[in-house]
């Protein structure tokens, strides 16, 4: 047995213990594809379903930007469709150093999320509130990674040459107002793989499609 297969066999294991609200992926980076999937279904996802590089390519920068290193706990983001999901990714390299395989854990919190709005409304207390003071002291480049990170998540599986879902992430961002934030200009072109002229583009058409003004010649001016 391989060392992946004795991975795989110990993930088969956790999966029947955590139950059917828990989806575990086995990313293979070297083919992009997914190497073993279990609960499938929280995700839309199969077993040989072929990954876009880009994405991992995204998990990997973010986990190096992490204290933990080969690993990324926690996340907070959605499939496409209103599903609710925590998100953790564990790298695993080859002798050299290479990430080889990635290891993905999505557990749905749509029954958690119910459970919340339940204890808010007899409490009158907002545990979002009080997650969002305990952060405060993240640096708003980590707040701006972690939230362009979320709506790249949400759009999976992502592809890196489609024009429309780049263009709906950037929608969502620029609705949550992330290209206000001084420096999330280039970590989205970095995280998105686009020239800084293509996002100008792309935010133009979002501002036309809202029926705003953009023919200010400082428009892309005030954007950098």
């Not at 077993?47 to 290193?69: F, K, V, Y």
């Not at 907070?76 to 290479?98: A, W």
Request: glycine share 4%; with cysteine; charged share 25%.
């Amino acid at each position: 047995m391989t060392q992946i297969e004795t991975v795989i066999s110990i993930l088969d294991f956790f999966s029947k213990v955590m139950g059917d609200e828990t989806e575990i992926v086995v990313h293979d980076l070297i083919h992009n594809r997914i190497k073993w999937i279990s609960n499938g279904h929280i995700t839309g996802r199969s077993q040989n379903d072929i990954d876009d590089p880009t994405t991992m390519h995204i998990a990997r920068r973010h986990a190096m930007d992490s204290p933990l290193g080969d690993m990324l706990i926690g996340g907070s983001s959605y499939t496409k469709g209103t599903t609710h999901i925590r998100s953790s990714t564990f790298f695993l390299k080859d002798p050299s150093g290479k990430s080889q395989y990635a290891i993905c854990v999505n557990q749905d919190l749509t029954h958690i999320d119910a459970m919340q709005k339940y204890l808010e409304h007899f409490t009158g207390t907002s545990l979002e509130t009080i997650e969002s003071t305990s952060k405060v002291d993240d640096s708003i480049e980590t707040l701006t990674k972690q939230l362009i990170f979320s709506e790249i998540e949400r759009e999976k599986p992502f592809s890196s040459d489609s024009r429309e879902a780049k263009l709906a992430i950037i929608q969502r961002l620029e609705d949550k107002g992330v290209f206000e934030v001084k420096g999330s200009i280039p970590i989205v072109c970095e995280f998105l793989q686009i020239a800084q002229a293509t996002l100008y583009k792309y935010l133009k058409e979002i501002k036309q499609s809202k029926c705003l003004e953009v023919d200010d010649p400082n428009f892309e001016r005030e954007l950098s």
